[in-house]
Every structure is written in structure tokens, then in C-alpha cells.
T-cell receptor, first 113, second 113 residues
Framework: SQTIHQWPATLVQPVGSPLSLECTVEGTSNPNLYWYRQAAGRGLQLLFYSVGIGQISSEVPQNLSASRPQDRQFILSSKKLLLSDSGFYLC????????????FGPGTRLTVT | AQSVSQHNHHVILSEAASLELGCNYSYGGTVNLFWYVQYPGQHLQLLLKYFSGDPLVKGIKGFEAEFIKSKFSFNLRKPSVQWSDTAEYFCAVANTGFQKLVFGTGTRLLVSP
């Protein structure tokens, strides 16, 4: 069966520091991968998605970037964190190829101080 | 741009009461519809989905949803809620051919015992 991992689970970082959040999927190949930010009362905001290695689409211009160095690895990064980057970040995967449901990881709670 | 509306932001029910959560979307083409649930402290989980065929779909834990194309709606229902249904519920829509989900802002359901 497929599983999705995210780490770290929680992170406290000072303003101006770099960020790297990692997401990996097991048990499937060539998945679509997604990064979301979840804010209370505002649902899930899609940040980035990828349909293949090295293919990244950005949905919202911001202080973050994403990379997909391997088929089942998706990384969310920032060179310099802002206070406004605080939030709950979710990674998800989808089988793609006409299958639209997504499966979510446990999330990372990021607090920028 | 496509959007999803969940008009009930907070719902409080007593156990055994019936539940209906509204979801409306703005896109007129072929859509794929989902309800996700997030129990306290847990991952976002797929509750049910509709792609085609019978517009009344059944999901896990006794939930069902009805797709009404003419009303652009996909309301979630459960005849008798339990305390364990306390959670946040998200409606999501994907356009056929586009590998992205658009989420509503969520409905927090509190079921009192």
C-alpha cells in the first residue's frame, strides 16, 4: 500500500532563516505531488504541484519554492523565512493519469518567530 | 477561476441528529467531486468521491453525498451523527483534465453527546 511521509512534524524557525520541508511517497511510481498551506477558516491553498521529476508548477507567487529531485520526493524550501510563512503545510500525492483524488500526509506545523 | 463554496462554517449538532453540509462549485464543465474529513489531530482523509454515474454516492462511516448538476452542488449527508463525527469537512472539485483540486474553506462540525 501507499504511504506518504512528511518531516519534520513541527518546526520553529527565526525570521530570515532558510527552510526545507520534505515529503516522500512509498508504494507508487510517478505520482503527482502537491504542496498546500492550510490556514484556519480558509481551507487549503495549493502552493506547488509536480507531475514529474523536475517539473514544478507554482500556483501562488511567494517566498517559497519547490523541487522534485526524485520521483517520490518533493521538497518545499525558502531562502529567507518571513513571519507570514507561518502555517500548516501539507503534502499530497495523486496517482494522476485520469485519477483525481489526492492523499495527504500528516503535515508540518511551521512557526516563524 | 473555479471556486468552491461551503456556506456553513460551523455546525453544532446533538448525537442522532441528521446532517447536511452544503457545497457549491462554480465550474460548468465536467467535474470530479470530493469530500474530505479531518478528525482532530489526524490526517486529511478522503470521505467519498464522485466521478460519473449514479449521482448519489456513498462513502465511509455512513456518509453520502448527492451531485445535482443543475444546482452545481454536492451536499454531504448523514442520517444520524455520532460524537466521533466531530471533525472539519472539506469539499473539493477537480476539473476533468486538470490535475488540481480546489478546496472549499471547510465546515467545522461539533457533535455533542
Amino acid at each position: 500500500s501507499q504511504t506518504i511521509h512528511q518531516w519534520p512534524a513541527t518546526l520553529v524557525q527565526p525570521v530570515g532563516s532558510p527552510l526545507s520541508l520534505e515529503c516522500t511517497v512509498e508504494g507508487t511510481s510517478n505520482p503527482n505531488l502537491y504542496w498546500y498551506r492550510q490556514a484556519a477558516g480558509r481551507g487549503l491553498q495549493l502552493l506547488f504541484y509536480s507531475v514529474g521529476i523536475g517539473q514544478i508548477s507554482s500556483e501562488v507567487p511567494q517566498n517559497l519554492s519547490a523541487s522534485r529531485p526524485q520521483d517520490r520526493q518533493f521538497i518545499l524550501s525558502s531562502k529567507k523565512l518571513l513571519l507570514s510563512d507561518s502555517g500548516f503545510y501539507l503534502c499530497a500525492w495523486s496517482p494522476g493519469q485520469g485519477s483525481y483524488e489526492q492523499y495527504f500526509g500528516p503535515g508540518t506545523r511551521l512557526t516563524v518567530t | 477561476a473555479q471556486s468552491v463554496s461551503q456556506h456553513n462554517h460551523h455546525v453544532i449538532l446533538s448525537e442522532a441528529a441528521s446532517l447536511e453540509l452544503g457545497c457549491n462549485y462554480s465550474y460548468g464543465g465536467t467535474v470530479n467531486l470530493f469530500w474530505y474529513v479531518q478528525y482532530p489531530g489526524q490526517h486529511l482523509q478522503l470521505l467519498l468521491k464522485y466521478f460519473s454515474g449514479d449521482p448519489l454516492v456513498k462513502g465511509i462511516k455512513g456518509f453520502e453525498a448527492e451531485f445535482i448538476k443543475s444546482k452545481f452542488s454536492f451536499n454531504l449527508r448523514k442520517p444520524s451523527v455520532q460524537w466521533s463525527d466531530t471533525a472539519e469537512y472539506f469539499c473539493a472539485v477537480a476539473n476533468t483534465g486538470f490535475q488540481k483540486l480546489v478546496f472549499g474553506t471547510g465546515t467545522r462540525l461539533l457533535v455533542s453527546p
